[in-house]
């Protein structure tokens, strides 16, 4: 079992920056890969991108390619995803997950509670 915690969450403005972090707990965090979904009011979830769990491959939805960057720090069992460039379109609820690998990532057994992403323009 993993349990996930994400902070970092607010308003910023079009054009900022913001850096959500992942807290995790329970089983061995570094042999697990780690993502990020979001979703907006209305919308269905949006995968986000991913990184290994040794933090060697990131994969990025085309959305944020480029703008978004996830890393993890495996001593502190956390990730992390720094958001710049941001746009009102990022608006959304953002989770954390682990899976055990990138590929699993849409199915992921563990998911933190989310923490809201809000853009304005």
């Known amino acids: 079992q993993v349990q996930l915690v994400e902070s970092g969450g607010g308003l910023v403005q079009a054009g900022g920056s913001l850096r959500l972090s992942c807290a995790a707990s329970?089983?061995?965090?570094?042999?697990?890969?780690m993502g990020w979904f979001r979703q907006a009011p209305g919308k269905e979830r949006e995968f986000v991108g991913a990184?290994?769990?040794?933090?060697?491959?990131?994969y990025y939805a085309d959305s944020v390619k480029g703008r978004f960057t996830i890393s993890r720090d495996n001593a502190k069992n956390a990730g992390y995803l720094q958001m710049t460039s941001l746009k009102p379109e990022d608006t959304a609820v953002y989770y954390c997950?682990?899976?055990?690998?990138?590929?699993?990532?849409?199915?992921?057994?563990?998911w933190g509670q989310g923490t809201q992403v809000t853009v304005s323009s």
């Open positions: 997950t682990a899976s055990g690998t990138i590929a699993t990532m849409p199915t992921a057994p563990y």
């Open positions: 990184v290994s769990a040794s933090g060697r491959n990131t």
């Open positions: 329970g089983r061995t965090f570094s042999s697990y890969a």
